[in-house]
């Protein structure tokens, strides 16, 4: 009864948003300040020509953009940046998705000890990983270059061979994503039901076709999910191993859309330009967010 | 025939498991070897194991500071957005109130954002606020980060509505019923959430190497890339023995904490 007597003097409603909004706002409150409004600002910037120190800064309109679209350094960014995302891709979401399905249909023993161990590397930072490979794959003297000689193979110069440094510094970044996608995709493999595997497997079904007809149709919400997490996260992890190695490097070959706009930004004091290229990379990722949100955030519910 | 298959399929998996960890137990090796051994026995445990790499660490870098500075940092980024993301989460799981689906997205959508659209405008806030070359300055862009929000709000859907509602009737307050209620039954997302973030942070690269210039500030991400040449060089034992230290406290609390973070990170990609 009192419940209801109050509801007529107090508009619980109103009463409840000002609690609600309560709780969020110290979230509210930095996403502000460090989120929306330099995403505002950003887009403010990329209208002009400025150099950080400049007092002025000169409206240029829309010239950045134009500037950018005529540059041909950015469809080389751009096309590294396809293939970090390619070799990311089929290291991190392939591969991961091959070796859980084996774990959890096919030999089944051993999940638990499997997680913990892949997992491992991911909590590494990606500073140590860039130096630990540098030594690893070092052309001359490194293990790998050891176990190559021995087999009469000398290993390139990785770090000055075009193509090959992408694959090298994304092949970096796998070491400390890999883990932390294994476990996310056993987790959506997990749901499958054993007994369609189980049914598949009795009809003689080969390996592949229970895979690609029945696995990854019915993972699709959580594949997607780490299709998307390896793009948008995997392109700003190699940052580092492309900052710490190559700085981009030889003759931009290794840069990528996040790394050009950082020496737009801090090495050239483009500060326009990189703000035009920034908007535009997001521009790129926004896509693929209405692709989570129409999939992944409408996707399975288990619970609740 | 089955077996025979099984052990296959174990054998690519323990190739995997090699490549993946072969690497920490290299480091760990070679940071007790002495240079000249690193590179005559580069595979081998080391044969005359030396401390001298550490010492050298210690006697080239106010190691101390720059540990002291990794931990207040992590340890300040942690508890903000542990507290705040719990709460947060508590706000979207058991109010409604207008507005709360929209917010809820845009927040959600802050983990697209790559950095680099946020970083320039960041950096002259830091500056004006007059935060270079000092680990505030690292901190506070730091905190505007939504995964522990996502996190927590999963683990808390799963808690029974009827349990809070009759609370509710009860005349429970909300920061007793997050408390006594809820926080025992999240407990797992909330502290895998705490842990990364702390690791996150400790291991965080891209934003300390903007805002510090002097040693005596670094963090030990950015300490280890003072030991960096591309041709291993003569530095190469001691870098070793920075990157050991680097990375031991991470995997400590993961090795603590696996239970809870597996848990946690496996449920997250199934349920939006």
Redesign the interface.
Do not use: C, D
């Given at each position: 009864m009192k419940e209801i007597e109050k509801k007529q003097i107090w508009p619980i409603v109103n009463r409840n948003t000002l609690i609600a909004y309560g709780l969020i706002l110290p979230s509210l409150l930095v996403f502000s300040v460090f989120m929306f409004y330099p995403l505002l600002y950003t887009i403010y910037l990329s209208l002009f020509d400025w150099n950080m120190i400049k007092p002025v800064k000169t409206f240029v309109g829309l010239q950045n953009y134009f500037v950018l679209l005529q540059d041909p350094l950015t469809y080389t960014v751009l096309k590294n940046t396809l293939a970090y995302i390619a070799i990311l891709l089929l290291f991190n979401l392939a591969a991961p998705y091959v070796l859980v399905f084996v774990l959890s249909f096919v030999i089944k023993r051993g999940q638990g000890f499997y997680k913990s161990a892949f997992f491992l590397p991911s909590v590494i930072s990606l500073v140590v990983g860039s130096i630990l490979y540098l030594w690893i794959l070092n052309p001359v003297s490194g293990p790998v270059a050891i176990i190559a000689k021995f087999f009469g193979i000398t290993l390139p110069i990785w770090s000055k061979t075009q193509g090959l440094v992408i694959a090298v510094l994304s092949l970096i970044t796998t070491w400390k994503v890999f883990g932390y996608n294994f476990i996310v995709l056993l987790g959506g493999v997990g749901g499958v039901p054993q007994e369609v595997i189980e049914a598949a497997r009795l009809d003689n079904v080969p390996l592949h076709r229970i895979f690609f007809d029945i696995v990854v149709p019915m993972s699709s919400a959580t594949g997607i999910y780490v299709f998307i997490m390896t793009i948008v996260q995997g392109l700003q992890y190699v940052f580092t191993p492309i900052k710490v190695i190559t700085q981009g490097g030889p003759d931009n070959a290794s840069s990528n859309a996040i790394y050009n706009v950082y020496q737009e930004a801090f090495t050239l004091y483009h500060t326009g330009y990189a703000s035009a290229f920034a908007i535009v990379t997001m521009a790129l990722f926004v896509l693929l967010l209405v692709l989570e949100f129409k999939y992944v955030e409408k996707g399975i519910h288990y619970e609740n | 025939m089955r077996i025979d298959?099984?052990t296959k399929?174990?054998i690519?998996?323990g190739c995997?498991?090699i490549l993946?960890?072969s690497?920490?137990v290299?480091?760990l090796s070679?940071s007790f070897k002495e240079l000249s051994e690193a590179?005559s026995n580069?595979?081998g445990l080391p044969q005359h194991p030396t401390i001298g790499n550490y010492i050298q660490v210690f006697s080239r870098l106010p190691l101390l500071q720059i540990t002291t500075n990794t931990l207040l940092i992590a340890a300040a980024v942690t508890v903000f957005k542990t507290?705040?993301?719990t709460?947060?989460a508590?706000?979207?799981v058991y109010?409604?109130?207008?507005g709360?689906n929209v917010?809820y997205?845009i927040?959600i959508?802050?983990?697209?954002?790559?950095?680099?659209?946020?970083?320039?405008?960041?950096?002259?806030?830091i500056s004006q606020l007059g935060f270079r070359n000092n680990i505030l300055g690292v901190i506070?862009?730091q905190?505007?980060d939504?995964t522990g929000?996502f996190l927590i709000r999963q683990a808390m859907?799963?808690v029974p509505r009827s349990l809070i509602e009759a609370a509710r009737?009860d005349k429970i307050g909300?920061m007793r019923i997050l408390g006594d209620i809820v926080f025992p039954l999240v407990k797992p997302a909330v502290v895998s959430s705490g842990i990364m973030f702390f690791?996150n942070s400790?291991?965080e690269?891209?934003w300390p190497?903007?805002i510090l210039k002097d040693k005596a500030n670094f963090t030990?991400?950015l300490a280890?890339?003072l030991?960096?040449s591309?041709?291993?060089g003569t530095d190469?034992t001691i870098?070793?023995a920075v990157?050991v230290i680097?990375?031991i406290i991470?995997?400590l609390?993961?090795i603590i904490f696996?239970r809870y973070?597996?848990s946690t990170?496996?449920?997250?990609?199934?349920?939006?």
């Open positions: - | 298959k099984e399929w174990h690519l998996l995997a498991l993946s960890l690497p920490i290299f480091a070679s590179y580069v595979f507290v705040t993301s709460l947060a508590y706000a979207f109010f409604n109130f207008k709360k917010l997205f927040l959508s802050t983990i697209f954002i790559p950095f680099t659209v946020t970083m320039i405008p960041n950096y002259l806030t506070l862009p905190l505007s939504a929000i859907r799963t009737l909300h690791i400790w291991n690269y891209v190497v903007l030990l991400p280890l890339q030991f960096i591309s041709e291993g190469f870098a070793m990157s680097t990375m991470p995997l609390l993961y696996q973070i597996i990170f496996t449920s997250s990609g199934i349920k939006g």
